[in-house]
């Protein structure tokens, strides 16, 4: 049973069903809600949903006890929902900031709380906070850069503090730039930059859908029940890179990305992803990736 804050990506679904899971979508849209469980029934999957506004810690607390009142227990938990918008420092508001903090980071915490308080404090469970790319600072999103390192500490702290009696694990995955329909919140300009740096990593392109996935379903699984506390980048390298179009990726890597694409299960056209919700300049990153994923990528083909 797993319990996903936010409507998620179709790579999730995919992966749940894989693993046999029955998965809940909380989010505040039980439109966009509905039509994900939908596909994920389509697949097979099993599937439930309910309205959730994460920045209120009571509807938290109520939307895990009808969880385990409706199916019995709550053993694992993704806080996916998150978001912020771009803007310098210089120009945010004091409420600007404290928004973004209380979505990211009090939302994390109510969630966390909530199924510690309503489920996994007496019969443990597995925890899996999305976070962002912050390691090196947040530049142009300083409030999300703050309350993403706060989840990463907070993370760490439960860690310790929950583990031990009750074998809780949490920890936390750190997307890089992902093909998503998060990037419809962003102004033309501001996605421009996002593309024009995409390549400036080691991976040399953007996350799929199905890599944070996968990641987060290991995370999840008993395969890392050694693991808890951590922070796992996944991002193509890019928290390591300098996203300077004259560094070491230019000079090591002249002709763009050698990173397959992972988009679900190639050889299995119902499962992989095959469409996302996401302005039209992504989009086509996307169609790249998926005649990537399929037929591989040779040194000439430049994403
Ligand atoms: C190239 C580099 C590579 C850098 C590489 C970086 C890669 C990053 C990739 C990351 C991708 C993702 O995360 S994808 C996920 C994308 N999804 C999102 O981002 C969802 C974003 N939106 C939201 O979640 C919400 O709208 C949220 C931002 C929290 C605001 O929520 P609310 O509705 O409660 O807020 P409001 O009441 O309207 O406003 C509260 C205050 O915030 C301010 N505010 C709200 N939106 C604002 C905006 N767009 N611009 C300015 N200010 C804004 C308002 O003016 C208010 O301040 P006052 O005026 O002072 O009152
Ligand atoms: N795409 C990317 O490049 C990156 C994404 N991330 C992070 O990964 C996560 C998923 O991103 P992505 O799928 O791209 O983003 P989306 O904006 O597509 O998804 C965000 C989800 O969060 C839900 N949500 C937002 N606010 C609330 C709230 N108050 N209560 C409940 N649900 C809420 C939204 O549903 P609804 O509006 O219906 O409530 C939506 O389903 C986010 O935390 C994002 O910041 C991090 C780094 C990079």
């Known amino acids: 049973m797993v319990l996903i804050g936010s409507h998620p990506i179709l790579g999730f679904a995919v992966y749940f069903y894989s693993l046999g899971a029955t998965v809940i979508l909380a989010a505040r849209k039980m439109d966009q809600l509905k039509s994900t469980a939908k596909e994920i029934e389509l697949l097979g999957g099993k599937c439930d949903v309910m309205q959730l506004n994460i920045r209120d810690a009571n509807q938290a607390l109520e939307a895990v006890n009808q969880i385990v009142a409706k199916h019995g227990k709550l053993n694992g938990l993704v806080n996916n929902a ?118 400036m990593n080691p991976s040399g392109r953007f996350g799929t859908e199905s890599e944070m996935a996968a990641s987060v379903v290991f995370l999840l699984s008993p395969a890392a029940s050694y693991i808890t506390g951590v922070n796992l980048p996944v991002d193509g390298g890019y928290s390591l890179s300098r996203s300077d179009a004259k560094g070491p990726e230019a000079m090591y890597n002249p002709k763009g990305s050698l990173m397959r694409p992972y988009i679900g299960w190639p050889s299995d056209e119902k499962a992989a992803i095959q469409e996302v919700d996401a302005p039209t300049g992504i989009v086509k990153l996307f169609e790249k990736y998926k005649a990537l994923a399929v037929n591989g990528i040779n040194r000439d083909s430049k994403l």
């Open 82 to 199: 998150g978001g912020q918008f771009h803007s310098p420092a210089s120009k945010m508001t004091p409420n600007g900031f404290a928004t973004v903090v209380d979505l990211n980071l009090m939302g994390t915490f109510y969630l966390c709380k909530a199924a510690f308080d309503g489920y996994m404090g007496e019969h443990g469970g597995t925890i899996v906070n999305i976070v962002a790319d912050c390691r090196n600072g947040f530049p142009g999103m300083v409030h999300t850069g703050a309350a993403r390192a706060g989840i990463i500490n907070m993370t760490k702290t439960l860690a310790i503090e929950w583990g031990p009696y009750n074998g809780i694990r949490i920890n936390c995955v750190a997307p890089g730039m992902t093909i998503s329909s998060g990037m419809k919140n962003y102004p033309e300009k501001v996605l421009d930059g996002f593309i024009a740096n995409g390549w």
